[in-house]
Nanobody, 121 residues
Framework: EVQLVESGGGVVQAGGSLRLSCITS????????IGWFRQAPGKERQGIGC????????VITSSLKGRFTISSDNARRTVYLEMSSLQSQDTAVYLC??????????????WGRGTQVTVSA
């Protein structure tokens, strides 16, 4: 059974940093792409970026480049989302997703439940 569990969320002051983890199980890690998304109250889900385990490449949506990065630890089957210079508009539930794709796909088959990130002024 494919499982994705996000952790690392919490309350952080504006300007601060957080590292979120997406811990995975139930599939061959190297064959999947892992995406990060977020959803703020009353807003549509936003794609943040993706890590392709097949070639170790990552992409971040242009509006978040320079503040957000995605990395992976194959031994821990974990994909990280590192966020810096956090602002109030970064407050959202952050979710990871997995898909059996060698490149970052437009849709994902499996989703975690998310972790809340709240940025206080």
């Amino acid at each position: 059974e494919v499982q994705l569990v996000e952790s690392g969320g919490g309350v952080v002051q504006a300007g601060g940093s957080l590292r979120l983890s997406c811990i995975t199980s139930g599939f061959r890690f190297e064959d999947y792409a892992i995406g990060w998304f977020r959803q703020a109250p009353g807003k549509e889900r936003q794609g943040i970026g993706c890590f392709s385990n097949s070639d170790g490449s990552s992409v971040i949506t242009s509006s978040l480049k320079g503040r957000f990065t995605i990395s992976s630890d194959n031994a821990r089957r974990t994909v990280y989302l590192e966020m810096s210079s956090l602002q109030s508009q970064d407050t959202a539930v952050y979710l990871c997703a997995a898909d059996p794709s060698t490149t970052c796909p437009p849709n994902y088959d499996y989703w975690g439940r998310g972790t809340q990130v709240t940025v206080s002024a």
